[in-house]
């Protein structure tokens, strides 16, 4: 039997259009690592990286077996992929924000980036788009913001130090801030495509 990192894109896609289960098993072992890591580092959880990977495979699959697909000279596989994936992936988080019914939810995911470390260079440019979003924020905004999600206070103790806001409306004001910063930050995303 070979190792599977031994088979070459050709190798892979002549098994894939053969039905030979080793061509996926290649795709898989060799061909996915970095598309799920992409997942992973913006948002997603292995579950999320795991249905990425396999309707990514499925696309590829639909594509050999019509036809439709080329291996270019000098294009890998594995580039392929992960565009296919990056390209899902992003329709997925557009999707989730759209249906998605706690704006906190959203920026959870937002802080998660700001708190995740990771070598993705698109992980570095979604951290500097928070912090500018942050800082360009009102001070009432970003007291809470930062208060809530970063310094894990309750709304008693933002009340109490901010001292010109009752309870009540730090929870009215975050809703807003949320919104501001999260609309601020997708479009953002969708400029830097």
Known sequence: MKNYRKYSDQEIIESVRSGDEKGYKAIFHNRTGALKKFVRANGGDDMDADN????????????????????????RL???????GRNLWLKEIKKREKTVSKPEEHLLYVSSIESHDSDDPLHDVHKRILSELLNRLDDDCQKILVGKFYENRSDEEISKSMGTISTENVRKRRYKCIQKLKKQFFERLRQNG
């Open 78 to 84: 594995s580039t392929f992929l992960y565009s296919i």
């Open 52 to 75: 990425i990977e396999q309707k990514t495979v499925l696309i590829l699959y639909e594509k050999i077996i019509s036809g439709t697909f080329k291996l270019h000279l000098n294009t």
